[in-house]
Structure formats: C-alpha cells, structure tokens
C-alpha cells in the first residue's frame, strides 16, 4: 500500500503535477550551478583513484542527466509560456494592438500596435492600413486589392454586426478605420 505524504499540520499533501512559470526557470537556473558544481567536485574525487576513462564515464553520465532535467523544466516553462495569458507573457500589461499606444486616433493600428500584435501571434501576416489615395492607387496592384478587401469585408461588419447608434457615430473605431481606409 502506497504511504500518503502528509503535512505538519497532519493533513495529506497532493503530489504536484507541474511547475509554475516562475518555479521551472529557477529550477532550471539552478540546475546550471549544480551541474558545473557536481562535475567539478566529481573530477576531484575520481582524479587520484580512477583513470581518465572512469571520469570522462562518470562526467557523461552526470551531464546526460543534467540534459534531460533541463529538456524537462524547458517543457514545463514552454507549458505555462502558452498557458499564460497575452498580460502575463508581457509582464503585467495588455499587448500595445489592444492598448490606446497601438491604436491610430484617426482609426486602425499604428506601427507600434501592427509590431505587438505580430508578436503575441506569431506567423501573422498583419500590415499597417493602406491610406493612400484610390485615384493615386494602380489598379490591380497588391495596394489596391488590399484596400478593396478590406473595405468590402469592414462594410460587410458594419452592417450586420454593429449597432445603429455604433454604425452612425463617425467616432467608433469601425467608422474611423473605414474612413483612414478611404472606403
């Protein structure tokens, strides 16, 4: 039969199941120290009884456990990295895009909102707006596609998605971005 741990208090402990963020980078730090600190402290005790091979032996070994403990906290920090919310990731506050920083007060993101939100998604494919004019755009050009997707896909939104008094009020962002589109 399997002992329960318990506490001092006499209550049972629940075994853990993983580390915090928090926990697996110091684990993981220190791990560095223990290695360098157990590998020397090995080679001075085998130097006067063993040959050079018993050492590199015993070096090997310690080093591949070191590895894999390191593989393991590198696992769980990666675990909590993706659980962890866009707030967390970046040390207390919201990513710039949804921040008034990252947003352009005539509508859309600007550079600063585009960076942040590319960072916290990583493989997106997001631009800044395309506020030149359609009469100084070439037809068929990446630019003016750009622009006449995203003004038919926006004004579809507007439409169905918002609400009267939103769709009405030239302040709301989805008015504003319309508007630094030239839709």
Do not use: H
Not at 2 to 29: H, W
Not at 59 to 83: G, M, P, Q, Y
Not at 100 to 128: C, D, F, M, Q
């Amino acid at each position: 039969m399997a002992r329960i741990k318990k506490a001092k208090n006499g209550d049972p402990v629940k075994p853990q199941r993983g580390f915090t963020l928090s926990e697996a980078k110091r684990k993981r730090d220190s791990l560095d120290y223990d290695a360098k600190t157990s590998m020397a402290a090995a080679r001075q005790r085998t130097l006067g009884s063993k040959g050079y091979d018993d050492i590199s032996q015993e070096l090997t070994k310690r080093a591949r456990r070191s590895d894999s403990l390191r593989n393991v906290f590198d696992r769980a920090i990666e675990r909590a990295t993706k659980k962890a919310t866009p707030k967390q990731r970046n040390g207390g506050k919201t990513p710039a895009w949804q921040r008034k920083e990252g947003k352009n007060p005539e509508g859309g993101l600007n550079a600063k909102g585009v960076a942040s939100y590319r960072k916290a998604n990583p493989g997106s494919k997001l631009k800044t707006a395309v506020t030149t004019k359609p009469s100084k755009l070439k037809p068929g050009s990446k630019a003016a596609s750009r622009r006449k997707s995203f003004c038919s896909r926006m004004s579809g939104m507007k439409k169905k998605l918002t609400s009267a008094k939103t769709a009405n009020d030239p302040n709301s962002r989805i008015n504003k971005s319309l508007r630094k589109w030239n839709c």
